[in-house]
Each structure stands twice: as C-alpha cells, then as structure tokens.
C-alpha cells in the first residue's frame, strides 16, 4: 500500500458511472471496516480512509474486490484540518479515473477514537484532541467534501448511545457526540435542497477494539452491559454495518434529520 492511496479493481465492477459509491473513514478496523463490507456486500464501491495500519486499510481493499467491488484506500488523519484540501483533490482524481464521475453518493463519517477519563481528571489536551476528530474533522471534512458529494446522496454520522444516557468518565466524548447530533439536523436542513439526507446512527455498546477492547475483554464489564440490554447481549461491528448499510439503501431515502440508535434496546 502506497503511503496515501491504493487501488483493488475487481473484474465485476459495474461499469463507470452506474455503481454507487461510498466514503467511510477509519474503514480499516471496527465499526467502520464492517460498514464498508456490507456496503460491498449490497454492491457499492468504496472509498476509505485509515490513518495508520495500512495493513488493515489494504486487507479491506482486497476483500471489497473478492466481493467484486472496486474499493481505494486513502491515508488520512481526520483531526487535521489542513490534510482535507488535498484529499479532496486525490478524491477528485480517482473518481475520474476509477468510474469517469466528478462526485460519490454516500459519506459516512465514522473515523474516531474514544477517552474514559472522568470530568475532574479531563485534560485541555485530551479535549480539544477528541474535539479536533469528532467535531471540526466531521464539520469541515464534510464541509470540504459537499461538492463531491452527489445530489440525492447521505451523509451518516456516526454518534454515540452515550449521547443519550450517561456514564461517568465519558463526558468529552459524550459531549462530542452530542455536537455532531445538532451537527447533523443542520446538515439535513442546509443540504436538503439538493436532495442530499443526513442522519445520526448512534451504537450502544460494540465488541470492538474501541477504547482498548474493553467492552469485548472485560468479562464484568460485559455482563453489567448485557444486563441493561434488552436484548440481553452487547453489540457486534456487523450490527452497527448493517443499519448503516440499510440507511444507504434506496428504500430509506424519506429518513432525515433523525437519530438512529443501534443499541439493541440499552437502558430503556
């Protein structure tokens, strides 16, 4: 994998111009790898972006082609502003040469990491470090990204149950989560003149490598969480894929501006 982009071009692809094509960012591990596969699955391209672990990054892209999907990855750090013009740019670049288009039709954005710190112990640092990926990389990746985006497409933020109930040690995060709640109204709102919908997918607790695996290695941890799940289990990343996977489906186009947690009923 080159040091910003690679390619995998399957012999199934659709031809230019036909096919749906998705952004997910952090696409090569967690929540965001499962949504890209899916979406491959129900037959989009992709285009993803990792921040580090090409590895990862490259073994999506393989998968994506073994699924006869064209798919390109993308090095990006998401909480620097100053990386999005540029991308923008290699975006526009792929986009002609892969399928002779000028824009794609879904972004979801998804790339993040989480703090468990509590109020009195939150750092400048670690805030405005968590500020700096979920709330001005969202706002202005997504900013930046507008004109590409196609008119009719969607845009999926990812959220967090947390936005909704607390826990002590998650109030940055939490916080941030919330901001691109609000975020997302005024996305629907602002852009719906182009056809183009904006909703939240807001995942409860997800077996993943996320915040240090916990929710997927503390056994004590995960028993409370199943406990105060309805449906008596935490969630895996293929549960968070496939709501986002069929938010992007040509049948739920009517959704908007709306919240959309995936928890498997936390805390009700």
Known sequence: MTDRTDTANATASPRPGTGRIALVTGANRGLGRSTALRLAED??????????????????????????RTAHA????????????????????????????????????????????????????SFDELMNVHVR??????????PLIAD??????LSSGLARFTTPGFSAYAAMKGAVE?????????????????NIVAPGP???D????????????????ESQTALGRVGEAADIGG??????????????????????????
């Open 74 to 125: 993308f090095q990006l750090d998401t909480g620097r502003v100053e990386d999005f013009a540029p991308f923008a740019e290699e975006l526009r670049a792929v986009l002609k040469d892969s399928w002779d288009r000028e824009d794609f039709d879904f972004l979801v954005n998804n790339a993040g990491g989480g703090l468990s710190r509590p109020f009195t112990e939150t750092t400048v640092e």
């Open 182 to 198: 609000v975020l997302t109204r005024y996305l629907a709102k602002e852009l719906g003149g182009r056809g183009i919908t904006a």
């Open 43 to 68: 037959g989009v391209d992709l285009l993803i972006t990792y921040r580090s672990h090409a590895d990862e990054a490259r073994a999506v892209v393989d998968a994506a082609a073994a699924l006869g």
């Open 137 to 146: 990389g969202v706002y202005f990746l997504t900013q930046t990204l507008a």
């Open 206 to 208: 997800v077996a993943t």
């Open 210 to 225: 996320f915040g240090g695996g916990a929710v997927r290695d503390n056994a004590q941890m995960r028993g409370f969480l």
């Open 243 to 268: 709501v986002i996977s069929a938010l992007l489906s040509e049948r739920t186009g009517w959704i908007n501006g709306q919240r959309i947690e995936a928890s498997g009923g936390m805390l009700l």
């Open 152 to 157: 009719g497409g969607r845009i999926i933020n």
